[in-house]
């Protein structure tokens, strides 16, 4: 489409798309001046809406074309200056609002990853079996690394919770409010609390085969 045929086009679009273009407009400029001297990386065409918290952003890495909704909390937190955390996101990915990652390790998103609203992500654990320490529960942060991985291509429903040392594989489905406590593989929808796999992509017979597997993972204390 040319530049006249797309001038034409916003001039009849409705006022509300106006009004959203121009706002996507500044939210680009924003993060293309002003972001993109806090973040580790982010690529070209990214956009970052306002976040409700952004903590360690020299930890983390963006690719291009991913947007980034309003009232995100992205938090890396530097335990060991030997060991740095690191949130690498991918290129073309859709996070929605009020989405939470916290790292303390590694977390890793893929390209083509999309995460829809009030979804959790987190590397990170807060001990409590030592019922006599004077720190809370809240603000104890164990040191051992739980990295997390999500695949190219997944889905994550709205209000999805990722919880530590989890590996999620590559054209993923996870149902809305999903807790997944262990590693989901490749192809797979998986849904619950705790989450169980449901399906499998089989590619000899190229068809969704149903699964009874799913058993449920340790539980932890996340970060939150």
Known sequence: MSLLQRSVKLVRSPWQDKINRAHSFFVGLKTAVYYR???????????????????????????????????????????????????????????EQNVHIVCTSSIRIGNNVSITGNCSITDTTHPFLDVENPVKIGARIDPTPAPVEIG????????????????????????????????IPDYSVAAGNPSRILRRYDFPSRSWIKSDSGEAGNAVVPGN
Do not use: W
Request: aromatic share 4%; hydrophobic share 40%.
């Open 37 to 95: 001297h806090l973040f580790a990386e982010i690529g070209k065409g990214s956009l970052l809406y306002k976040p409700r918290l952004l903590s360690g952003p020299q930890f983390v890495h963006i690719g291009a074309g991913t947007l980034i909704r309003g009232g995100a909390r992205i938090e890396a937190i530097l335990i060991d200056p030997e060991r740095p955390p690191r949130i690498e996101i991918g290129s073309n990915v859709n996070i």
């Open 152 to 183: 190219d291509d997944t889905f994550m429903g709205i209000g999805c919770v990722v919880l530590p040392g989890v590996r999620i594989g590559k054209s993923c489905v996870l149902g809305a409010n999903s807790t997944v406590t262990r590693d």
